[in-house]
T-cell receptor, first 111, second 115 residues
Framework: DAKTTQPNSMESNEEEPVHLPCNHS???????IHWYRQLPSQGPEYVIH???SNVNNRMASLAIAEDRKSSTLILHRATLRDAAVYYC????????????FGKGTRLHILP | SAVISQKPSRDICQRGTSLTIQCQVD?????MFWYRQQPGQSLTLIAT?????????ESGFVIDKFPISRPNLTFSTLTVSNMSPEDSSIYLC????????????FGPGTRLTVL
């Protein structure tokens, strides 16, 4: 499985945008970029995923570099409830494919 | 979406005993996945369970230690056998579901403490 690299932790102020980076220089052409997050004492939850184009949903935006070797998860207006560990994962979108987690980025939101 | 429940939500067990964790999904799924999350760590995939066949284990995990059953398309169990304190972890099951977005859903986890 292709590897991703994320900062161990980041801090942001409440109500400000947050940009969470992810490097994936060995990404293959069939790999989708997924983001999951894990709130305290909960299982991971899906945030967003994309292949080549930037993606937006109600939770976040995903900006993908033109060469696909890096991506950025954007939380437009962070709240205290966004404090979590964010995982950037590469996977072929296949209903039976396994997801391998890296270490993720622990996001701290300052009130 | 999928609603996944796990039982028990937590347990404290003695060294050398075994615990069976149940995972129930509210829809039929082909594959179910079992993960372990040790304290302060990320998730590690234990095995993939396909209904009607033997589970596929990841490197470092063996069937004798983590036997898995998958009797139907909505249910699976993971047994942690002959437990030691190193098995103290959160165990999570997950499934893929289809819809507007194919995504993987996770159960709430079972927090296991081995004394």
């Amino acid at each position: 499985d292709a590897k991703t690299t994320q900062p161990n932790s980041m801090e942001s102020n409440e109500e400000e945008p947050v940009h969470l980076p992810c490097n994936h220089s060995t990404i293959s052409g069939t790999d989708y970029i997924h983001w999951y997050r894990q709130l305290p004492s909960q299982g991971p939850e899906y945030v967003i995923h994309g292949l080549t184009s930037n993606v937006n949903n109600r939770m976040a935006s995903l900006a993908i570099a033109e060469d696909r070797k890096s991506s950025t998860l954007i939380l437009h207006r962070a709240t205290l409830r966004d404090a979590a560990v964010y995982y950037c994962i590469l996977s072929v979108v296949n209903r039976d494919d396994k997801i391998i987690f890296g270490k993720g980025t622990r996001l701290h939101i300052l009130p | 979406s999928a609603v996944i429940s796990q039982k028990p939500s937590r347990d404290i067990c003695q060294r050398g005993t075994s615990l069976t964790i149940q995972c129930q999904v509210d829809s039929q799924v082909t594959m179910m996945f079992w993960y372990r999350q040790q304290p302060g760590q990320s998730l590690t995939l234990i095995a993939t369970a396909n209904q009607g066949s033997e589970a596929t284990y990841e490197s470092g995990f063996v069937i004798d230690k983590f036997p898995i059953s998958r009797p139907n398309l909505t249910f699976s169990t993971l047994t942690v056998s002959n437990m030691s304190p190193e098995d103290s972890s959160i165990y999570l099951c997950s499934v893929w579901t289809s819809g507007r977005t194919d995504t993987q859903y996770f159960g709430p986890g079972t927090r296991l403490t081995v004394l």
